[in-house]
């Protein structure tokens, strides 16, 4: 039986003071109760026990940890400005036509009227008018079932952020 070392990133967040691991965990996911709960399963022996406990915590969260996490998510086709997590992920707004990024951002709005939060999809990888097609479709969803998919789609964020956070050969 061979025995094989965790990616650099994983090792680092294993290894790493309580404190600086929230920190980091805390940019993948803004709940604080989401980046507690995985810190407190520390150490991860593979990336696969790492998702499994994010995927874990995500299911565990209440509404309150889950509006939190939300809060830490621009809308679509406003990425903040310093957040290279977001841009990276909406890149497939980057070349959007005006018409599109108005459209985007009205109907943005008629979103967090409607269900009191940021609409949040799994944008990586995804046009411009596939996330808008997205909107429309789900606007018209009733509320418990939009919270059902905000979950998930917050699952594939995070998972696809716990990647790049494990395969980062970055030192401290």
Known sequence: MT???PP???ARLNDSEERTALSALVEVCASGAWAKRLVAGRPYPTPGDLYAASDAALAGLTPADLDEALAGHPPIGRPRPGDPASAREQRGMAGASEELRAEMLELNLAYQER????FLVCATGRTGEEMRDALRERMGNPPEREREIVRAELGKINRIRLARLVDDPAKD
């Open 3 to 5: 025995s094989t070392s």
């Open 8 to 10: 650099p990133g994983l």
């Open 115 to 118: 269900f009191g939060q940021v």
